[in-house]
């Protein structure tokens, strides 16, 4: 989780410092070894210029702001309403150590017989998924247990996206359970039972 926070933050500096340190032309990897481009036709003396530092307080205070940011919404604020519900859904499939890693999503559509709500769970599994629709039921499960509140919904499924992905070519599928909750009941206590 730590490396998938720090990528962002990495590509953000290296973008930020590309874009507006226009004294220097240095980013993030040459101040770190100390590099300096200087151009090759120019002649007589060469004048460095300073790296302006007040970059370093816009960088520290940007990402002092979106790290505030991101604690009140995965932290505080995240832990109410739909919001904190998806997040305590996704921890619970991700604690049940079936899937290396899963996104969950609610929708709600307007047709002519009315709304439609839907729980959509995707999961990467871990290993080869041999039978989708036992592996499915173990993920209801999950989320039944860690949201009952997803009984009163029109729709729960499933997704296992799978792909790969070489050069220019990429392949992907994504086999999706979608079941109402009440089948999805009865699923979970054949799959208990037997």
Do not use: C
């Not at 151009?39 to 370093?56: L, M, N, P, T, V």
């Not at 009315?114 to 599994?125: D, E, K």
């Amino acid at each position: 989780m730590l490396v998938s926070w720090l990528f962002p933050v990495l590509g953000f500096v290296i973008a930020y410092l590309y874009l507006f340190n226009v004294r220097t032309r240095q980013s993030l990897h040459d101040l770190a070894v100390g590099a300096l481009v200087l151009d090759a036709r120019a002649k007589g003396s060469i004048e460095i210029k300073k790296f302006w530092r007040w970059h370093w307080a816009i960088l520290v205070g940007t990402l002092l702001t979106s790290a505030v940011w991101i604690v009140a919404i995965t932290g505080g604020m995240g832990k109410r309403g739909l919001f904190g519900d998806l997040m305590s859904i996704q921890r619970a499939v991700l604690d049940s150590g079936k899937v290396r890693a899963t996104s969950v999503f609610f929708s709600e559509n307007s047709t002519q017989a009315g709304n439609v709500t839907t729980l959509r769970v995707n999961v990467s599994w871990k290993g080869k998924v041999g039978d989708y629709d036992r592996a499915s039921t173990e993920i209801v499960a999950i989320v039944l247990k860690a949201y009952p509140e997803a009984s009163k919904l029109d729709y729960i499924g499933v997704g296992f996206p799978e792909g790969l992905k070489v050069g220019l070519l990429y392949y992907s599928r994504n086999p999706v359970v979608m079941r109402r909750p009440s089948e999805w009941t009865s699923k979970i206590q054949q799959l208990q039972s037997g």
